[in-house]
């Protein structure tokens, strides 16, 4: 069963080639995803085209585990799916230039799979109407906008 898909849109005053190296660096993305998790299984720094991974983390005190799946990881996009065993989501990144900065527009379709599926994907549309993916991109601004922070603050933790 689908469900509607979330969006949202923003300016960032950076470069779309440092918005998309944050979109695509796992460790660039733990500075703006609204859900703390983990990868595991990538053979490469970044996402690519191709690419896969199983990302694990947190959701209303449960966990969710995903093999995420890159259809494309280009200049100015990032697409991909993530599925999990009851719920998948289709997530897409467009970076497009505009003048100093660049404007991104995020969009996330949210299916679930039975019962529990439909449970869960509603969990996830809760999360997100309550303004998860705006979050993140304004967390995704904040990282593209001040790329020695994640340093700063990985300096800090340790």
């Not at 799946?69 to 697409?79: F, I, W």
Request: glycine share 8%; hydrophobic share 50%; net charge negative.
């Amino acid at each position: 069963m689908a469900f509607m898909a979330w969006t949202a849109n923003t300016s960032i005053d950076a470069d779309p080639g440092q918005v998309m190296d944050v979109l695509t660096r796992p460790c660039a993305i733990s500075s703006w995803a609204p859900v703390p998790f983990e990868v595991e299984g990538l053979k490469s720094a970044r996402l690519q085209t191709g690419s896969r991974a199983r990302v694990a983390g947190m959701l209303a005190g449960r966990e969710l585990a995903f093999e995420v799946q890159v259809h494309e990881a280009s200049d100015e996009a990032l697409r991909l799916t993530a599925a999990g065993p009851f719920v998948e989501m289709d997530v897409a990144y467009d970076v497009f230039p505009n003048e100093d900065s660049a404007d991104v527009h995020a969009s996330i379709d949210v299916k679930g799979k039975g019962v529990m599926g439909r449970f869960v994907a509603k969990a996830v549309e809760g999360f997100l109407a309550g303004g998860a993916l705006k979050g993140a991109l304004a967390e995704l601004a904040f990282a593209a906008e001040n790329p020695d922070f994640e340093y700063q603050h990985a300096a800090l933790a340790a």
